[in-house]
RNA sequence: GGAGGCGUCGCCUAGUCCGGUCUAUGGCGCCGCACUGCUAAUGCGGUUUGGGUCUUAACACCCAUCGGGGGUUCAAAUCCCCCCGCCUCCGCCA
């Protein structure tokens, strides 16, 4: 959620977020109106409170004095007790009504903010899914006809490989599974070490996180809302599959105050992800570049506001030297406001070249969600006598599919090997490349 | 899955049986001040978190907060119910 006081002292910066995104401007008004019905309603409960406390306080003593009281006082102590009580009793029942009714606007007022997304930062470009900027391109893409040869897609090359086995994954978990086998499993393994070692390199702390988290976790990094219908849920226990180990990083510090002095706190995290990919039929329906679950290096970065754009930076330098020390050709994106999600005020995507698509595709994405993830999961920050929220950034370091996808294409040779880029073969014990088997 | 125990404001801890004097005790840690060649020690004060009064800061005050939720009661850390987590033992298990 956003600053709250924000939406007391300067609501048109939170219609002009809305309309950027292309979300509803009017959910404003009727979330200042919530806001306000629901402090009225405290107040009141407050009020009524306090004074059935201070009557309540003259009970005690008084029925203690009736105890010891002789019998000429005793009549007397007895009627000025019966008469605290009566009075109480009515007070009683206005407390009661005042706090369910303060409850309740709590409860609409609440509902409300959860549906108002991150401010938008005023440098993404204005507009939807194709309206995004490009930054730089990076590389340059193989003339495959200067060559001699058409590339072959990349299931083409993993299934000769005997590496990726799509039909396999179907009959066993349906459409959009898929087996990696033999060198491509042990291509995600090295993946995974070149990942883990270019993280750990820049103070990450590596952590293997839990793959399914409870309801908080999921409402608190923000998935619950219109990315909802992409989340797997388990009805039976209430609890959903991460769609990416984003949300058990954000929610490891979930209600802690953590110290200005240890921030930044960087986090590298391995986890396999599930995506229900409701609304995609029919889209990369061939390979693996869309699937039900995948692995993924996820990078996760606590830090204060004020050092977040920054951070934001690094992690998109990161990102760009992992897939330079696998020489693939990408551009960076700067992604639109209305593409963003409800988490992030910016968002840029590393698109890599598919030769066979003739296209940039999506492989990581970076996005700084400033104060958003952290006020909903309650991560603050001792800052001198105060506290307050920290800022969270995530970027993808190696989401496998599409990584592996992009390495077999750009890297294949006419004979249908594929070249092992060099940072990548000190993990696969020196070999330099991938071969038919025959 | 079964039996038992436990959950208190950073950590440890008193309080829960028997409801009001709990404005939650004490210790450790931390912060400030004083004292002292320095450090240490000592003394004094402060130190849960959230919301509000309040346009900002400080101060003050009010409300909530004793794992979470509900209930009983004029009044709940304390009594009742449900849930969650941790520990010990048993069963099962990679």
């Known amino acids: 959620m956003i600053d709250p006081t924000i939406l007391r002292t300067d609501p048109d910066r939170i219609r002009e977020s809305q309309r950027r995104r292309g979300e509803d401007v009017a959910i404003v008004d009727r979330l200042i109106t919530a806001d306000s019905a629901q402090r009225t309603a405290q107040q009141r409960f407050d009020d009524l409170r306090n004074k059935q406390k201070t009557l309540g306080k003259q009970i005690g003593p008084l029925q203690g004095a ?8 005793r009549a007397s102590l007895q009627s000025e007790v019966d008469a605290l009580m009566v009075q109480a009793s009515a007070l009683a029942d206005e407390v009661k009504s005042a706090d369910a009714e303060a409850n309740a606007a709590g409860l609409l007022a609440d509902e409300l903010w959860l549906q108002i997304s991150n401010l938008v930062n005023l440098d993404s470009p204005v507009g939807g899914e194709a309206d995004f900027k490009v930054l730089e391109l990076v590389g340059q893409p193989r003339d495959f006809a200067s060559e001699g040869f058409e590339p072959k897609d990349h299931l083409d090359l993993g299934e000769s490989l005997d590496a990726i086995d799509t039909v396999r994954g179907a009959k066993v978990a349906g ?6 086998k033999g060198q491509g ?3 995600e393994f090295a993946l995974l070490n070149l990942a883990m070692q270019q993280a750990v390199s820049h103070g990450f702390i590596p952590m293997i996180t839990p793959a ?3 309801p908080e976790a999921m409402e608190g990094t923000g998935f619950l809302g219109q990315a909802a219908e992409n989340v797997y849920r388990l009805e039976q226990d209430d609890l959903y599959l991460v769609g990416t180990s984003e949300v058990p990083l954000a929610a490891y510090h979930a209600d802690e105050i953590l110290d200005q002095d240890q921030l930044p706190l960087r986090y ?14 029919g889209k990369d329906t061939r390979g693996i570049i869309r699937v039900h679950q995948f692995d993924k290096v996820e990078m996760f970065v606590f830090t204060t506001p004020e050092a977040a754009e920054a951070e934001h930076g690094r992690l998109l330098q ?20 209305g593409d963003l999600g409800s988490s992030a005020s910016r968002k840029f995507d590393i698109e890599a070249w598919i030769p066979t698509q003739g296209t940039y595709r999506e492989v990581t994405s970076t996005s700084n969600t400033t104060e958003f993830q952290s006020r909903r999961l309650k991560i603050r920050m001792r800052d001198g006598k ?6 969270t950034l995530n970027g993808t370091l190696c989401a496998m599919p599409r990584i592996i996808v992009a390495l077999l294409e750009n890297h294949q040779q006419v004979d249908g090997s594929v070249r092992i880029p060099q940072a990548l073969q000190a993990f696969l014990g020196g070999k330099t490349s991938f071969t038919p088997s025959a």
Do not use: M, N
Request: charged fraction near 25%; hydrophobic fraction near 45%.
């Open 66 to 73: 009736l105890k010891k009281a002789d019998e000429g006082q």
């Open 175 to 180: 459409s959009r599974f898929f087996y990696l």
């Open 185 to 187: 499993a042990l291509l």
């Open 212 to 214: 399914i988290v409870l």
């Open 268 to 281: 590298a995290g391995w986890s396999s992800c599930f995506r229900r990919e409701a609304g995609s039929y």
């Open 318 to 337: 990161w990102e760009r030297d992992f897939i330079d020390a696998l020489e693939i050709p990408y551009r960076i994106i700067d992604v639109a406001t």
């Open 386 to 391: 105060h506290q307050r929220p920290v800022a």
